[in-house]
């Protein structure tokens, strides 16, 4: 009987190894992008629409800035390239790239709009 227990808990402690090992390899295959949107003069906009797209599916996602100027996109693949850019009350940023071949876990890419025309 201690011999069937023992066995029980090795399964058991092999399984939730197992089991952390897959959420850990899952996690390291995911990336956020942050950063700041700011107009020409250097001020920070509040409400910019930022997209986000994926250059294999072409999926676009948008997020509109915070009241610091702030925008972040969490759970990105890292085998994809995404371009990002701002558009802000008929203003907008130049394209920005977050390469597949770029490690950081945590990118930040701050986008400045250009001047109106």
Request: aromatic fraction near 10%; glycine fraction near 6%.
């Amino acid at each position: 009987m201690k011999r069937v227990w023992m066995v029980l808990l090795a399964a058991l402690l092999f399984s939730t190894a197992a089991t952390f090992a897959q959420k850990k390899g899952k996690q390291d295959q995911t990336r956020n992008v942050q950063g700041t949107v700011s107009a020409a003069d250097g001020t920070v906009v509040n409400g910019a629409r930022v997209y986000l797209e994926n250059t294999k599916s072409l999926q676009v996602r948008t997020f509109y800035t915070q009241t610091d100027g702030s925008y972040y996109f969490h759970e990105l693949s890292t085998d994809v390239d995404y371009k990002l850019r701002a558009e802000f009350d008929g203003s907008t940023s130049p394209t920005r790239t977050l390469s597949s071949f770029d490690s950081r876990k945590d990118a930040v890419m701050n986008l400045k709009l250009n001047p109106k025309k």
